[in-house]
């Protein structure tokens, strides 16, 4: 959550960045606690788990409900709760180790809400307590403090139980975080998934693209989910949520593939463009791979080509299409280095030094570049084709439609990698269409045509190919020409 530096201490003197806690804004707290109320007036019993100052128990306060609450630091006054300071990870483990003739802790509560933390100094506690919570989470995974308590939470609701969260919304996508999406299809009712916009936490100093997503222990509960794509800002939101201006839509509709190596969670994708990936994928066809990792770059590359540095390397070039000039060069005796020393990784040798495309792994843009044989690659996403496939691949992995299927259907955070470009769908375009790719990709490589007027014609050649109807084709435009408001 923290690009921001210096140390944000809040009214009560507590550290926010160790604490991994920002303050829900009260609309988006009254939007949720409404939100499991409505679905269920009933209740009794509500759990915060990570209370903070108390802003998303207010509603529930005013209705009369009994609330508990955990939080590792009181931030302030309690107001609304019964709070014990407590950490609910250790609490959930308690609980695990006291079942005896069980597999479910089943707590009575009725209701859980929470904003779970989020904070850059989490991968400590994770560092210190691995062993503990590998064996607690399993095959969730133990990669953030958010995703196991979203688990946690999960695990110990009864069935019924109401489950209102906001929370970063990098699970939805990456492949790290499909042992959770997994738990949740298996085990829950989605009623809500909502985008969140990127300035939210602004005023807080977090950097942070967020999801408010509401679940009901149960899947015999699942009705239709109620979905929101990005907006603009938190205007936007605001009115969103007011007005309840949100799309119905499936199950099935939000999640690219019930198997387990394959369960992102999507939002508002068509279903035109979701049938794309039945299609051959880029894996399937050709070698989507990854390859050198030095283990310490400043030893092993140089930025100037000098006496011993003389092997161009390639790992990320970010934004720039079609072609690129090599990142660095790397020691001429990499192979024999490779050999010696245990963190020197060479992988996918066989592939070093020829012709290929290398994609861009960090960053909003996703790009794809011509990889000049004699070179060599990093751990970044690298396609190997044949001769004849390479110069339409590379204008199709260049298209909007591309980024769209990347950065709005397969991974939306911002590190991609081969496994992710692998899943790509092929187009099947007919051979006049590849000539014409091909011609295009050739002529930006040539100096040509400049890379901006190759993609208007090859988003043309796409677009034409598949018969999209105009407002899909405006809704994957915008995507990729405003990557920074709608990943």
Not at 260 to 287: C, M, W
Request: proline residues 3%; negative net charge; charged residues 25%.
């Amino acid at each position: 959550m923290g690009r921001f530096e210096k140390i944000l201490v809040n009214e009560n003197g507590i550290d926010k960045r160790d604490s991994g806690y920002y303050s829900t804004p009260s609309f988006v707290s009254e939007f949720i606690s409404n939100q499991l109320l409505d679905l269920n007036p009933n209740g009794r019993k509500v759990l915060d788990p990570a209370v903070g100052d108390e802003e998303l128990l207010k509603t529930f306060f005013i209705h009369g409900k009994e609330i508990d609450s955990f939080d590792v630091i009181e931030h302030g006054n309690i107001q609304y709760s019964n709070f014990r300071k407590q950490d609910f990870i250790e609490f959930y483990k308690e609980q695990k180790e006291a079942l005896f003739f069980s597999n479910s802790i089943d707590l009575e509560y009725d209701y859980y809400i929470a904003n779970p933390p989020y904070n850059c100094h989490e991968l400590d506690y994770i560092k210190d307590n691995k062993t503990e919570l590998k064996k607690l989470f399993g095959k969730v995974g133990v990669h953030n403090m958010y995703s196991m308590f979203l688990s946690a939470i999960v695990d110990c609701a009864k069935d019924g139980s109401l489950i209102g969260v906001i929370v970063s919304d990098s699970f939805l996508t990456a492949t790290m975080h499909s042992g959770l999406r997994q738990q949740i299809i298996d085990s829950c009712a989605i009623h809500q998934l909502i985008l969140c916009p990127n300035d939210l936490f602004w005023s807080q100093k977090a950097d942070v693209r967020t999801c408010i997503l509401v679940l009901q222990k149960g899947k015999q509960y699942q009705d239709k989910v109620q979905i929101s794509n990005r907006p603009n800002n938190t205007r936007d939101l605001k009115e969103i949520l007011e007005n309840r201006r949100f799309n119905e839509v499936d199950i099935d509709d939000i999640v690219l593939s019930k198997k387990k190596t394959a369960n992102q969670f999507i939002v508002d994708v068509d279903k035109d463009v979701l049938s794309l990936f039945h299609n051959p994928r880029i894996g399937e066809i050709y070698n989507c791979i990854t390859g050198i990792s030095t283990g310490n770059d400043k030893k092993y590359l140089s930025k100037e080509k000098k006496d011993g540095f003389e092997i161009p390397f390639y790992k990320n070039p970010g934004s720039r299409k079609f072609k690129t000039t090599e990142d660095s060069y790397l020691i001429n005796h990499f192979m024999e280095e490779s050999l010696v020393v245990k963190d020197f990784m060479v992988r996918n040798k066989q592939f070093v030094f020829k012709e290929g495309i290398t994609c861009s792994s960090m960053g909003l843009p996703f790009s794809a570049c011509y990889l000049p044989e004699n070179s060599t690659f990093g751990v970044n996403p690298n396609i190997f084709t044949p001769k004849q496939d390479l110069y339409w691949m590379l204008a199709y992995l260049n298209s909007h439609l591309v980024t769209y299927l990347v950065r709005g259907v397969l991974i939306r955070s911002n590190m991609v990698t081969s496994g992710y470009i692998s899943q790509l769908p092929i187009i099947p375009f007919t051979e006049e269409e590849k000539k014409k790719l091909t011609i295009i990709s050739k002529e930006v490589l040539e100096g040509k045509l400049k890379f901006e007027e190759a993609i208007i014609k090859i988003n043309s050649i796409v677009y034409e190919n598949l018969k999209f109807d105009m407002a899909v084709i405006q809704n994957i435009d915008d995507f990729a020409l405003n990557l920074s408001k709608r990943v």
